[in-house]
């Protein structure tokens, strides 16, 4: 509505497209998302100085969003262009953070915890700094860690992230329950896959009792638990096909949960014989994918050619 009353040359143009494109993003539709940020973008460069912080912001957004689609050298390149933005503190933490979990997945390790100790540096200097960037930071603390199987360090940051998060953050709140996910896959990780199991249980129930049974923070934990209950496939798809269910009820649409969701369900199926509900699944998934990931895409490419594979195995 706000893009078809403001005038093409309003000075809050731009801004309003980084707002749309961050509530895609919120919604993992990400080439919506990148769309949006690009018209940012644009305009800013014309109307901005090179290192004008409103410019950083842009660039920040598009780092995020080649992050979430796994193209890790774009993301850090952006990344790094808006460090050379003249950012507040704040954005310059976030950023480094960033950079960080982006050296994490890259085994860069010493280097993310260089930048990771930093950015918490920063933001303890910050009065009037949001708890939710310590949460933030205290997770990529765990997870640099856990790269390096550190399992003890990796769960004091772990916890002390979610003790945080439970203490400033809404039941729901998508970082926390990234806290809580983090610390079930460590659990799992270090061979404590019961611990694993009714840690997740508890807070699926905590998640259902405050948000209700329909919640689409409830999906993420369904999702865990049906990811870790390896000797049940039978509960494994109910659990799986519940959380799907939400997800379709839902009038925000969180689409690569979808399409991560129709592709376990793909695997259980497999698992059960179940080879007629393979072939729908999968074209679900591929659906959803083409939506969200750019043409050509490895996760598309690689959906397409299990989908040929399974046809031939059909045939």
Not at 101 to 128: C, F, H, P, S
Request: some cysteine; overall charge negative; proline content about 2%.
């Amino acid at each position: 509505m706000m893009l078809q009353v403001l005038p093409k040359d309003h000075e809050d143009l731009a801004s309003v497209y980084d707002l749309i494109g961050d509530l895609n993003m919120r919604m993992n539709n990400w080439n919506e998302a990148y769309r949006k940020f690009s018209f940012a973008y644009d305009i800013k460069k014309i109307q901005l100085h090179f290192n004008h912080p409103d410019l950083g912001v842009t660039l920040n957004n598009i780092g995020n969003y080649y992050q979430a689609i796994g193209e890790y050298a774009v993301a850090l390149h952006c990344y790094s262009k808006v460090l050379q933005c003249n950012i507040d503190q704040h954005n310059t933490a976030i950023t480094k953070l960033n950079i960080g979990k982006i050296y994490t997945i890259n085994g860069k390790v010493d280097n993310a915890l260089d930048l990771a100790i930093e950015a918490r540096d920063i933001l303890q200097q910050i009065e009037t700094c949001s708890q939710i960037e310590f949460v933030h930071c205290q997770g990529i603390l765990g997870d640099i860690y856990f790269v390096q199987k550190d399992y003890i360090a990796a769960e004091h940051f772990y916890i002390t992230a979610f003790e945080l998060s439970k203490k400033f953050l809404f039941i729901g709140d998508p970082v926390r329950t990234s806290c809580v996910k983090a610390l079930v896959d460590l659990y799992e990780q270090n061979g404590n896959n019961q611990q694993a199991i009714s840690f997740c249980l508890e807070q699926l129930t905590l998640y259902e009792t405050h948000l209700g049974e329909n919640h689409l923070s409830v999906v993420h934990l369904l999702m865990k638990v049906g990811e870790i209950q390896i000797n049940d496939d039978q509960h494994k798809f109910q659990v799986l096909k519940r959380a799907l269910n939400i997800l379709e009820k839902n009038d925000h649409i969180d689409y690569a949960t979808m399409a991560t969701c129709l592709m376990m369900l793909v695997k259980c199926c497999v698992q059960q014989n179940q080879y007629e509900q393979v072939s729908t699944f999968y074209m679900r998934a591929l659906e959803v994918q083409e939506k969200i990931y750019p043409t050509n895409h490895p996760i598309i490419i690689g959906t397409q050619i299990l989908i040929a594979v399974q046809e031939h195995r059909t045939n």
